[in-house]
């Protein structure tokens, strides 16, 4: 190859580097906590830390779909010795069509999203404590198709998701749910929201697991100047009793200041196969100062998972940053 070749070779290199690059937009976020919680006032108290990095890559088509990848890797103890990726995905979209999403690892289905929206400073008040039981949010993140409509009317969204991996057994089959969300312009602060799913699990192999149950929630949350309330209900019917769940959520959160915010919370469970239903109350708060928080959750359950004299308290203080 003579000289010339070589040069023009080089160039047309050089030239498809600069237009990749500058047709791509990367980023990279992250963040990292350590806190102290406790899940049970007779057990002692753990140090934990969490921490991960984002990158995305986006960029559009000359058809007019914008395209980004993300990859999560996460440096918690529980994605092995040395940390591991953790949420994984390619999401789709569409001025006028809407998005949508492949997660190979890490999404949200549709109720998992919806499983719990009452206002909070920090956790839910359900959370943090042992042996606490919830219903709905079923479904994997993982081999997640998910598809998020743009409006379509002012305020209102559909949301779509189905996976075929495993469903809160080792070899279940398949998970469907769909959602609406309405946040309606005459009524501002005010949003409204519906979602109903269905857990299919074959009866062989897994012993206990059960088909067909069915599931949905609804909730609603009016926030006007510093204060959210909302109130949520759910439920799952299964071809059984003790498959009939049902819970009912109370919050409300009061931004003090900018930076300050505080919240409290009720959630009752009432579990088809208990007599007693499974009570939590919380208390949080968040402090933020730039790119640092201070947070804390304080809970306590009553008939843990239904069982009644089973009575349990839990907190976490974590310190948060996010870069």
Known sequence: MNNFKKIGLSALAGSLVAVSAHAAEITMSGGASVAITSGDETGKSTYYQNDSITFKVSGETDGGLSITTSLELDGDASGGAGGD??????????????????????????????DDMMP?????????????????????????????????????????????????????NAYTDMGVKYSPEMVEGLTLGYAVGEVDQPTTGGGANVNGIDESTM??????GPIT?????????????????????????????DDFSVSYG????????????????????????????IKAAFNETTSVAGVNGTDREGYEIALVFAF
Do not use: C, K
């Not at 979209?93 to 492949?102: A, E, M, Q, R, W």
């Not at 909730?219 to 006007?224: P, S």
């Not at 003790?242 to 931004?255: L, V």
């Open 85 to 114: 990726f953790d949420s994984q995905s390619l999401t789709i979209g569409h001025d006028s069509l809407g998005t949508v999403i492949f997660s190979a690892h890490g999404g949200s289905t549709v109720m998992g999203g919806f």
């Open 120 to 172: 909070t400073a920090y956790e839910e008040s359900f959370a943090l404590v042992t042996g606490n039981l919830v219903i709905n949010g079923a479904g994997t993140g993982n081999d997640l198709w998910r598809y998020n409509s743009p409006e379509l009317m002012p305020g209102l969204t559909a949301h779509v998701a189905y996976s075929s991996q495993d469903v809160a057994a080792s070899n279940a």
């Open 219 to 224: 909730f609603v949350t009016y926030a006007t």
């Open 229 to 257: 309330v909302g109130y949520q209900a759910s439920e799952a019917d299964g071809p059984t009793a003790t498959e009939d769940d049902d819970s009912t959520s109370f919050g409300i959160s009061y931004a003090i200041t």
């Open 266 to 293: 009720e959630h009752e469970l009432d579990l088809g196969s208990s007599t007693s239903d499974q009570e939590s109350e919380g208390f949080s708060a968040s402090y933020t100062m730039g790119g640092t928080s």
